[in-house]
């Protein structure tokens, strides 16, 4: 889905969103709240410019409006794996971003996140990964590496692969198996304001992600894992 028609349904009481090159920045209005909207678009690559500039849009609903609840629209295609971006310290510039939004978190901005149209690798984390509520559209793509990749990494054959896939979400891409691994909260179907007002109204900073991939039967031994070590702490 564009941009346009997801901000277009997510704010009926008006928005300023615009786009400057593959950036999205400005704010949107639904039922009481306003709130800032940051995002990326055209399945754009997360280099150290795109991820300065999330970065200064962060660090400016900070300065501008304190408290202000802060929506991440995601659509990139991961970071971008040129060595200019390398030799310029991309990690840093993504760390950067990173630390801007656990700011912002930590002054009272709820971060919530919205894949409406594709999330992959690297691009995913500051921006969806580390939010509060973090969603996205039935049809949205989300993956850190395609089964292709895969077998040439693990050195499993790609057909193997895909027969795990039909039984583990681990290996599968797509919303509903991050949905079901806890990765994402919800999947926001029909009439997206009502969606995100309720997102807004009960944003929770709280990590529940292993719980719920244990409850939706997506990630079976994290969260005992994690039990085991506490309780032999």
Known sequence: MKWEKVVEQMFPSGH????????LSGEGRCGKHTVAVIGTTNHTEVGVELALAM?????????????????FLVDTSGQRLRHRDEMLGLNGYMAHLAKCVEMARRRGHAIISLVYEQALSGGFLANGMMADVCAALPEAE???MGL??????????EEQLTELSKTSPVFAPGAKNYLKMGGLDALWEGDLAVC???ALEHVDATD???VRGLERGGRLLAEPVVQRVLASA
């Open 208 to 210: 529940h992600r292993r």
């Open 16 to 23: 300023d969103v615009k786009q400057d090159g593959d950036l």
């Open 55 to 71: 970065a200064t849009a962060v660090l400016a609903v900070m300065r501008d409006h304190p408290g202000r609840h802060i929506v």
């Open 142 to 144: 989300i993956r850190v």
């Open 148 to 157: 292709p990749a895969m077998a040439r990494v693990t050195r499993i054959s």
């Open 196 to 198: 995100l007002a309720k």
